[in-house]
């Protein structure tokens, strides 16, 4: 007796990441490359092209969600008929922008002339938000090197970019400001780097105490600056006329 054989079945296998929210995706490959993914992290290595808009799409579903927790028409009221895409756009495309996209490109130049002098860039206007209560934190920053012959040399616009790619993230000014020290340390290799941010936080001017006169201000020393006190006076000096 001969058998008929049963046919395979053709259909294609079903795609198991299906209805899985993009944000897991992420979430979970950063987790098994065993990284981190604070709020001041960059996480742009995790995200594959096309990911950006449909994470565009999941905060946006979210973010009416919390319009409607706050009790907002957002059907009637036509103020907020798109503010969640609004904000979920200014979230992950502006503000944010820091975490999702990859280190702007920066062309290094060698010390060709061996230049040994003290170079200062600012104030560069930085914009954050603080982490705690995602209120804005807007400042200027100045930089300070002491290059060497083995430094590397960096165009002006590329300070602020770097600076802006760092501040574009939710954080605490105090580890912002380490984090532009590192970059500019790494790229740049001198022999002293000095950094002086004053920055007002809406936190405190917005809510809270609310209180509008008191802005922030921190630094870090490395290498000479830390050093040498006639050389950290000297840059601290020629900041404060431009402050005043």
């Known amino acids: ?51 950006l808009e449909r994470l565009l799409d999941e905060v946006e579903a979210k973010m009416k969600g919390v319009l409607e927790s706050l009790v907002i028409d957002t059907e009637s009221d036509h103020n907020t008929q798109d ?51 995602l209120c804005p934190i807007i400042g200027k920053l100045w ?33 912002a400001i380490s984090q532009v020290a590192d970059l500019l340390q790494d790229k740049t290799r001198p022999d002293g780097l000095a950094l002086v941010m004053e920055a007002e936080h809406f936190c405190m001017h917005w809510r809270g105490v609310k209180d509008m006169e008191s802005n922030m201000i921190n630094s870090v020393m490395r290498g000479s600056f830390l050093k040498d006190p006639t050389l950290r006076r000297e840059f601290l000096s020629l900041i404060e006329k431009r402050r005043g």
């Open 1 to 51: 007796m001969s058998l008929v054989p049963v046919p395979k079945d053709t259909a294609p296998a079903a795609n198991t990441d299906e209805g899985v929210p993009v944000s897991v995706k992420i979430r979970e490959r950063i987790q098994a490359a065993h990284k981190r993914f604070h709020a001041n992290d960059n996480i742009a290595d995790f995200i594959e092209p096309g990911e």
């Open 143 to 175: 930089v300070g090197l002491l290059p060497n012959e083995h430094s590397n040399l960096i165009g002006l616009s590329k300070y602020v970019r770097l600076a802006d790619w760092i501040m574009s993230r939710p954080q605490i000014q105090e580890e």
């Open 83 to 133: 503010t969640a895409r609004r904000v979920a756009k200014m979230y992950l495309m502006e503000i944010f922008r820091g975490r999702y996209v990859p280190q702007p490109p920066v062309t290094e130049f060698p010390n060709a002339e061996n230049l040994n002098e003290l170079m200062i860039v600012g104030p560069i206007t930085v914009r954050s938000a603080c982490s705690h209560h």
